[in-house]
């Protein structure tokens, strides 16, 4: 299998603070990768670092054979990766379908895309019209995750999807992930380990920024030395 999205030794820092030290990962095609860790490990920091949000000073990303360094923003999105932020970032003004529709990069994009993304959240179809303050935490989380959808993105980063919702929405979110990996490629930051053992086929561990192990995900459930050293689990 081939990787999609390589990130080669990159080394990130927020104002004066060291935050990535050498990073590296890969992402193969029609996989969900996890990157896991604790809190402050790093994590949001290499999804931001792939979206040139937060660029590296050293090292490479690489996505289906494009260097990313130094290209905006905007153009890396352009090249199919959709972001699903860690606190969802919806428009609370807008109406479910307005914050749809606002992620369009081709115009009939959420037409297109309609009938899938309302299939793997038949809630935002009934919610249409509701603004995105008016929705719960798992329906705000749905449409963030629906809103990255929208356009043909091959790649979807999502970070921390799982975050401060009940359990019966978890398991909901975690099967529209497993739907959606059908058709694009997926690495996903998350802190609940068994959510992320359920979804993800391979894993990359960082921890104070470093990496300390990648592999496959079936290998690490049963490091249970590893499991708690580094994420706290039992």
């Known amino acids: 299998m081939s990787a999609l999205l390589s990130v080669e030794d990159i080394h990130t820092f927020i104002g004066q603070s060291h935050i990535l030290e050498g990073v590296s990962l ?63 970032a919806v428009f609370r003004d807008l109406t479910v379908e307005e914050n749809l529709r606002i992620a369009e990069r081709r115009k009939g994009d959420l037409a297109r895309k309609a009938d899938f993304i309302y299939g793997l959240f038949p809630d935002l179809k009934r919610l249409n019209k509701l603004k995105g303050g008016q929705l719960s935490g798992g329906q705000q989380q749905m449409l963030a995750i629906a809103r990255s959808l929208v356009p043909d993105n091959r790649l979807l980063l999502i970070d921390e999807p799982s975050e401060g919702l009940a359990p019966v929405i978890i398991e909901q979110m975690m099967a529209a992930i497993k739907t959606l990996s059908e058709q694009s490629t997926v690495l996903l930051v998350e802190q609940n380990f068994i959510v992320a053992s359920q979804l993800a086929d391979r894993y990359t561990l960082i921890d104070d920024g470093r990496l300390v192990q990648t592999g496959r995900m079936a290998d690490l459930v049963q490091d249970r030395a590893t499991i708690h050293r580094y994420l706290g689990a039992a």
Do not use: M, Y
């Open 26 to 88: 890969q992402v193969d095609r029609g996989s969900i990768t996890a990157l896991l860790g604790r809190n402050g490990a790093g994590k949001t920091t290499t999804l931001k670092s792939i979206l040139g949000l937060t660029p590296p000073r050293a090292g490479r990303v690489v996505f289906d054979g494009q260097t990313l360094n130094g290209r905006r923003t905007f153009d890396i999105a352009g090249l199919g990766i959709g972001f699903v932020p860690e606190h969802r």
